[in-house]
């Protein structure tokens, strides 16, 4: 078998910048429910697509402070 055949296959993929915040107070862990999409009541941290004109920090803070809090 031609390994290197097989492992030439690249595929040209956008990329974007997000942030992600991991909250944990006295044992549990800050999550949201997705509300839309393919992925509607998963689970996930928060977060998201960098906002061009927002430092990272402060687009992690922006995302964490702008959904409901559920402490899981």
């Known amino acids: 078998m031609n ?25 549990k862990y800050f999550a949201t429910q997705r509300g839309y999409g393919e992925f509607k009541d998963y689970w996930e941290f928060p977060g998201g697509k960098i906002i061009t004109q927002l430092s990272t920090s402060q687009c992690t803070a922006f995302c964490a402070l702008s959904v409901p809090v559920i402490w899981c």
Not at 10 to 20: D, G, R, S, T, Y
Request: include cysteine; aromatic fraction near 4%.
């Open 3 to 27: 390994f290197e055949r097989k492992n030439s296959l690249h595929i040209e993929m956008k990329q974007i910048e997000v942030v992600a915040a991991i909250i944990c107070r006295e044992g």
